[in-house]
């Protein structure tokens, strides 16, 4: 994951563009005008903006997965107990 530090990125555009008589059969349009507006954002990165990693590391990517296992595997032993009627 990647987090803006600099707040310089450029605010999307929008446009809008008068609906004509010809227009008017199209579903985008209602009285003449239009629905929709289109918006644009720069796929290429300003220069001079900061990125930081904030992707968590080896060791703590490891201790998630044993927590996220533990739990788990005492909700699957709670829900085989339940199912065999023991407490």
């Known amino acids: 994951m990647?987090?803006?530090?600099?707040?310089?990125?450029?605010?999307p555009t929008t446009t809008e563009t008068a609906a004509?008589?010809?227009?008017?059969?199209?579903?985008s349009t209602i009285n003449g005008k239009i629905v929709?507006?289109?918006?644009?954002?720069?796929?290429?990165e300003t220069p001079g903006v900061e990125y930081v990693n904030?992707?968590?590391?080896?060791?703590?990517?490891i201790l998630g997965w044993l927590i996220w296992?533990?739990?788990?595997?005492?909700n699957i032993y709670?829900?085989?107990m339940l199912a065999l009627g023991k407490r």
């Open 2 to 11: 990647r987090v803006l530090v600099s707040t310089s990125i450029a605010a």
């Open 20 to 27: 004509t008589t010809n227009d008017m059969t199209d579903p």
């Open 36 to 44: 929709s507006t289109a918006t644009t954002e720069s796929s290429t």
């Open 54 to 61: 904030m992707a968590s590391g080896l060791v703590v990517t």
């Open 69 to 74: 296992t533990f739990i788990t595997g005492l």
């Open 78 to 80: 709670l829900i085989v």
